[in-house]
């Protein structure tokens, strides 16, 4: 894993912005899994930028959502599919057929994500994965556990998960996850681990300092990736 750190967010989100141009420029029809919550906005507002500027440059851009709040109806503000109307698929002006997205309150979670398996295998994989972590060490909805599942499933949610700012955006508690695992994510050609910000200094010292992997903490399969690049803040940095 490649560690950069950046004096600001600015920053973070320029550098996480520039590599997704690169990106873009090398496959034009790139498959980009986006992440939601805090951390990433300040990329996607970036790219949301460079199409007034460029709009040819997304003509083909494909994106898949990773993760998802289960049992909140789709329209809700808090739901992942909520951000990515408004923070990526509205501002890239990215059509149906360049979107991968599944249900937030399917009435078969277990079938909504066999569904999901098939789709991966049939659109992947996925060119580059951008991801933020909790602070309790998770990637996508994969919560610490005894041991961890590789593929899209439902995602029992750890205590501060329940506590993200989305969820208190939704007004409602979800009531499971729905998500990537962690072999979906490790098989991405490229990933973005953005971390940003005082409250996960704590989660980034363990993660920089992780000697090998271990389910208790997902984040750190991401070491098994041969190429992460992880940007973080000086505010999350080790101090
Ligand atoms: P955040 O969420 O970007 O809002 O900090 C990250 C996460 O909990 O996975």
């Known amino acids: 894993m490649e560690i950069t750190i950046?004096?600001?967010?600015?920053?973070?989100?320029?550098?996480a912005a520039e590599v997704l141009f690169r990106q873009l420029e090398a496959k034009k029809d790139m498959l980009l899994c986006a992440a939601t919550g805090n951390t990433p906005t300040g990329t996607y507002e970036l790219l949301a930028e460079e199409y007034a500027r460029r709009p040819q440059r997304f003509?083909?851009?494909?994106?898949?959502?990773?993760?998802?709040?289960g049992?909140?109806?789709?329209?809700?503000?808090?739901?992942?599919?909520?951000?990515?109307?408004?923070?990526?698929l509205?501002?890239?002006?990215?059509?149906?057929?360049?979107?991968?997205?599944?249900?937030?309150?399917?009435?078969?979670?277990?079938?909504?994500?066999?569904?999901?398996?098939?789709?991966l295998a049939d659109a992947g994989p996925v060119d580059c994965c951008i991801l933020g972590i909790g602070v309790n060490g998770h990637i996508a909805l994969n919560e610490p556990a005894d041991?961890?599942?590789?593929?899209?499933?439902?995602?029992?949610?750890?205590?501060?998960?329940?506590?993200?700012?989305?969820?208190?955006?939704?007004?409602?508690s979800p009531a499971y996850g729905l998500t990537m695992g962690v072999g979906d994510i490790l098989q991405?050609?490229?990933?973005?681990?953005?971390?940003?910000?005082?409250?996960?200094?704590?989660?980034?010292?363990?993660l920089l300092s992780q000697k090998g992997v271990t389910p208790g903490?997902?984040?750190?399969?991401?070491?098994?990736?041969?190429?992460?690049?992880?940007?973080?803040?000086?505010?999350?940095?080790?101090?």
Request: charged share 25%; net charge neutral; with cysteine.
């Open 90 to 119: 509205t501002p890239l002006k990215i059509d149906p057929t360049r979107y991968i997205s599944f249900e937030s309150d399917p009435a078969d979670p277990e079938e909504e994500c066999r569904r999901m398996r098939a789709r």
């Open 59 to 69: 003509a083909d851009l494909r994106v898949l959502k990773l993760d998802e709040w």
């Open 217 to 239: 903490f997902p984040a750190s399969f991401l070491l098994l990736h041969p190429n992460t690049i992880c940007l973080v803040d000086r505010q999350a940095a080790p101090a």
């Open 71 to 88: 049992g909140i109806p789709l329209d809700n503000p808090g739901t992942c599919e909520s951000y990515l109307r408004s923070h990526v």
């Open 188 to 206: 991405s050609k490229m990933i973005i681990l953005l971390i940003s910000g005082p409250s996960k200094r704590e989660i980034t010292t363990r």
């Open 6 to 15: 950046l004096d600001t967010y600015e920053d973070l989100s320029r550098h």
């Open 147 to 172: 041991w961890l599942q590789p593929r899209f499933h439902v995602a029992q949610l750890a205590p501060t998960t329940l506590n993200h700012t989305m969820v208190t955006a939704a007004g409602k």
